[in-house]
């Protein structure tokens, strides 16, 4: 796997002490521009009974958390390691803290928040469970830790945003994720970004996909940001089990986006699926994916198309890795530019050039 690419980060330029906010019963009280905020990020501030469970972070502050719908548990990390006595199955379990650079600072620093979400065994949850890791100060370190257990043959959709404080320019956000989805589990994780335009992220995610289990995960990306660097990577490990990965990326001017998925396809009748549709008015964009086959039967399919609109870099590093004999894997990479035709087509139903 070709290494992520390396943007320097100051962990001593950012703080992570001292950014303590209140509880939030409700969202009553929260200014417009922040209800605005959120809902750009896919938070429904208006109707929150009905989701399933809402959790909101504020810096260093777990501010409003809770479970609401039948069969799923929503807590605070911080609550969730002492009701379940650390958490040993789950916690740091996934991902390894020496992975990286940030995963060791993450494992370093104090842990700010995050959020554990669980299902009961045989739950389809009817509604999603929103969440969102907010923040409000500049020159902010975040630093949370984010756990999903889906128990078997139940189902869930989390709608999860992450966004600054529209007057916050520079700050870093540490995100740990690791997700377990047992035997006939299904996840649905659907991830909104909208940072400042001085802002480093870097998010860190590990999954473990059991027989006949699913995940779906999309992500969407369409406002400046300086650095993304992140590279989730799925275990597909039990037989039958699937994983989808879908993103949109838009990168103006002055951003820099590097990131993409893998999916380890370890057990037979596994299947993976990574799709990525990239856009540069000016930005760069690495857009990598890696499909790896270590078992049969399996398949997978990689497709990373771009756009190039005003200038820009975009880098598609599809990746394929068989290791058995028989396994199918396929990938298929363009970055150019719309054709003619299409906008042509486009302008006759009403669309300017």
């Not at 070709?2 to 929260?30: C, H, I």
């Not at 810096?59 to 002492?82: F, P, Y």
């Not at 590990?206 to 995960?217: A, K, M, Y």
């Amino acid at each position: 796997m070709s290494e992520l690419s390396q943007t320097l980060v100051d962990l001593n330029s950012y703080s992570f002490t001292g950014r303590q906010s209140a509880e939030l019963p409700d969202f009553s009280t929260l200014s417009e521009e922040s209800k605005r905020e959120l809902r750009m990020v896919g938070v429904d501030v208006d109707a929150t009974d009905e989701r399933s469970g809402t959790f909101l972070q504020f810096d260093h502050s777990t501010v409003h958390c809770k479970s609401s719908g039948k069969g799923v548990e929503v807590l605070g990390i911080r609550q969730a390691l002492k009701k379940y006595d650390g958490l040993p199955e789950y916690f740091w379990n996934a991902m390894d803290p020496e992975k990286d650079d940030f995963t060791r600072a993450a494992a370093k620093e104090e842990l700010h928040g995050g959020y554990f979400i669980r299902t009961e065994k045989g739950v389809k949850v009817a509604e999603p469970v929103q969440t969102c890791l907010f923040i409000k100060g500049q020159n902010v370190g975040q630093n949370v830790h984010n756990i999903v257990v889906v128990e078997e043959d139940s189902e869930v959709h989390i709608i999860t945003g992450c966004a600054t404080s529209h007057d916050v320019t520079s700050a870093l956000h540490l995100g740990i994720s690791e997700f377990y989805i047992k035997k006939g589990g299904k996840l649905t994780f659907t991830m909104v970004h909208n940072w400042g335009e001085d802002v480093m992220v870097r998010p860190r995610t590990v999954g473990i996909v059991e027989e006949n289990g699913v995940l779906q995960n999309n992500y969407v990306l369409l406002k400046k940001v300086k650095s993304v660097q992140s590279y989730p990577t799925i275990y597909l490990n039990g037989d039958g089990a699937v994983a989808r990965f879908n993103s949109v990326i838009v990168t103006p001017t002055g951003s820099h986006v590097d990131t993409g998925n893998r999916i380890v396809l370890n057990a037979p009748n596994t299947r993976g699926e990574i799709i990525s549709r990239t856009i540069t008015t000016g930005g760069t964009i690495i857009a990598r994916g890696e499909i790896i086959g270590n078992a049969v039967p399996a398949r997978g399919h990689l497709e990373c198309k771009g756009l190039i609109l005003g200038g820009g870099l975009i880098h598609a590093i599809p990746e394929l890795q068989g290791c058995v004999t028989g396994v199918e894997l396929s990938h298929e990479a363009a970055v150019g530019k719309i054709a003619q035709e299409e906008i042509e087509y486009l302008m006759a139903r009403g669309l300017d050039e």
